[in-house]
């Protein structure tokens, strides 16, 4: 949205965060993310996927549901590289982007779920920064809303694409 505004008329930002001011805490980041891939490549992804706190981010709070065991065979077939590639080269070089939101005067829907916990800080962190954000956190859903609560999920996004319809 900052490098090429005139391709980008909204934002959907879903339980995601504008990186991290504190060096610390980028550190404790990436060395959870890395610690998950490394998890992978020892145990792989079956067992990788049976842990808890794995369910809970790729599958959501619900894994016994269709849904989930679309995600799950999805996952699967992405398979331990991907996976591994994903953590350590998208979800953990995180850069900071907290002191220049406010330069992104763009329509925005941040959505959370409520038990989301490592993503509430900084959705407010956004919604303060964003001039023209709204944060919208989804009760019942953890850090896959679309799986947690669907419905809820969809007419959130439907309700900020009719909203914006103007500006898209």
Not at 16 to 33: C, H, I, R, V
Not at 72 to 81: K, Q, T
């Amino acid at each position: 949205a900052r490098a090429h505004r005139e391709r980008v008329k909204a934002l959907l930002l879903l339980n995601t965060g504008p990186g991290f001011k504190n060096p610390d805490a980028l550190a404790q980041w990436e060395s959870m993310l890395e610690r998950a891939a490394a998890k992978m490549g020892e145990v792989g992804l079956e067992k990788y996927l049976e842990g808890s706190r794995a369910q809970a981010e790729l599958l959501g709070l619900h894994p016994e549901t269709e849904q989930a065991a679309e995600a799950r065979r999805g996952i699967l077939r992405a398979g331990v590289p991907g996976l591994q590639r994903f953590a350590r080269g998208v979800a953990g070089p995180v850069p900071n982007l907290v002191d220049v939101l406010h330069e992104i005067d763009l329509p925005a829907l941040i959505l959370v779920g409520e038990h989301d916990a490592n993503f509430q800080r900084a959705s407010h962190v956004m919604a303060a920064k964003l001039p023209r954000a709204i944060r919208v956190e989804i009760p019942g859903a953890g850090h896959v809303l679309n799986l947690d609560q669907p419905e809820a999920f969809v007419r959130e996004v439907e309700r900020f694409v009719r909203s914006t319809s103007d500006a898209l």
